[in-house]
């Protein structure tokens, strides 16, 4: 169970149109850190935070530096 003072993890959406997923689930209110990348460089400060991944195409040596992963969303 997690610590009700924890902060949630974030999460990262990966590949060509991340951006505009992004801005979508931005809108709809999600509360929790949302960033957005098409290639491995625009992650790099946020790997771990990140609890859920959805996306494509990503190298796994990114998926591997992710230590509080929980999701995975191809």
Partial sequence: ???PNEQPGGLLIYGSQAQEYR????ARGVRR??????EPDGVGPHL???EIFAG??????MLARMPR???VQW
């Fill in 1 to 3: 169970m997690r610590d």
């Fill in 23 to 26: 801005q979508k689930l931005l």
């Fill in 33 to 38: 850190p949302i960033w957005a990348a098409s």
């Fill in 48 to 50: 771990e935070q990140i």
């Fill in 56 to 61: 494509w195409g990503s190298p796994p040596s």
């Fill in 69 to 71: 992963l929980r999701w």
